[in-house]
T-cell receptor
Framework: DGGITQSPKYLFRKEGQNVTLSCEQNLNHDAMYWYRQDPGQGLRLIYYSQIVNDFQKGDIAEGYSVSREKKESFPLTVTSAQKNPTAFYLC?????????????FGSGTRLTVV | SQKIEQNSEALNIQEGKTATLTCNYTNYSPAYLQWYRQDPGRGPVFLLLIRENEKEKRKERLKVTFDTTLKQSLFHITASQPADSATYLCALLSNRLAFGKGNQVVVIP
């Protein structure tokens, strides 16, 4: 079955450490996205990529970095510069372009700073 | 500033009744509006899309309306079931997808 796989499901980070969240899709989608979700808040866009080897900052990109070396993969690194990284992180993909198709989301990674 | 507003209070509804959720937006001119369902600890699941020139869209027990004059969408779940209990997110597609905070629905057996 096609879908998006996020790993790990739970991640604990010590302060000052960088961590990388994995996102892989086998839907042959061009566009991929990273969102952050906090309690009582909507999904906020961190980074997005419309095509391989290209990505753009979203609304809250500070303290995060991404790469898009393969169509299937869009890893997110949470750096030590991110002051409040504890959150639920969601990766999504879509066909891309201006097409209005729905996004497919992964199951999320819950990151906790300890 | 741009806003997408959904009711922050949970909607408690008796099984079999129709649940109606509201999504209001300001300073957007969306070409499309989408609705998603999210269960606790899970990613959202796409339900329906409606275009700006469509007034109403249906899918099984779901119905969505889109009024670009009022800047509002209504989401209806008819003959609600306990399995419909979840949080429902409204999302606007302009140059990219922006989400509301969601509205929880609790269907009481």
């Amino acid at each position: 079955d096609g879908g998006i796989t996020q790993s790990p499901k739970y991640l604990f980070r010590k302060e000052g450490q960088n961590v990388t969240l994995s996102c892989e899709q086998n839907l042959n989608h061009d566009a991929m996205y990273w969102y952050r979700q906090d309690p009582g808040q909507g999904l906020r866009l961190i980074y997005y990529s419309q095509i391989v080897n290209d990505f753009q900052k979203g609304d809250i990109a500070e303290g995060y970095s991404v790469s898009r070396e393969k169509k299937e993969s869009f890893p997110l690194t949470v750096t030590s510069a991110q002051k409040n990284p504890t959150a639920f992180y969601l990766c999504a993909s879509s066909i891309g372009g201006a097409l209005p198709y729905g996004y497919t989301f992964g199951s999320g990674t819950r990151l906790t700073v300890v | 500033s741009q806003k997408i507003e959904q009711n922050s209070e949970a909607l408690n509804i008796q099984e079999g009744k129709t649940a109606t959720l509201t999504c209001n937006y300001t300073n957007y001119s969306p070409a499309y509006l989408q609705w998603y369902r999210q269960d606790p600890g899970r990613g959202p699941v796409f339900l329906l899309l409606i275009r700006e020139n469509e007034k109403e869209k249906r899918k099984e027990r779901l119905k969505v309306t889109f009024d670009t004059t009022l800047k509002q969408s209504l989401f209806h779940i008819t003959a609600s079931q306990p399995a419909d209990s979840a949080t429902y997110l409204c999302a606007l597609l302009s140059n990219r997808l922006a989400f509301g905070k969601g509205n929880q629905v609790v269907v009481i057996p």
